[in-house]
């Protein structure tokens, strides 16, 4: 089994930054893909980045040039830095990790609990 543990958000006003983490523990052999992903109140679940095992990144055009996402493959651990933050920016984010287990052919796609990003304008 597999857990992420999200830790990072919190209440800023519009134009400061925030930095996301998120740890994976447990049976995990390589983790491949890690992401993170946002909810608005009444809205669907977008995503907002994503980085492969070799440091290929992907964001949502609307954080491009302000949010950075990285990882470190030793501490399996993702982050996200979201600079310059506008009011809709205000989400739950959510961490997303996939790879395969430490048991032989085995493999999993998890999701973090949740932490709440909230930007004031």
């Known amino acids: 089994q597999v857990q992420l543990m999200e830790s990072g958000g919190g209440l800023v006003q519009a134009g400061q930054s925030l930095r996301l983490s998120c740890a994976a523990s447990?049976?995990?052999?390589?983790?491949?893909?890690m992401a993170w992903y946002r909810q608005a109140p009444g809205k669907q679940r977008d995503m907002v980045a994503t980085?492969?095992?070799?440091?290929?990144?992907n964001y949502a055009d609307s954080v491009k040039g302000r949010f950075t996402i990285s990882r470190d493959n030793v501490m399996n651990t993702v982050y996200l830095q979201m600079d310059s933050l506008k009011p809709e920016d205000t989400a739950v984010y959510y961490c997303n990790a996939a790879g395969l287990g430490s048991s032989i052919g085995s493999t999993f796609e998890v999701w973090g609990q949740g932490t709440q990003v909230t930007v004031s304008s």
């Open positions: 447990g049976n995990i052999f390589r983790i491949n893909n």
């Open positions: 980085i492969t095992r070799g440091g290929s990144t």
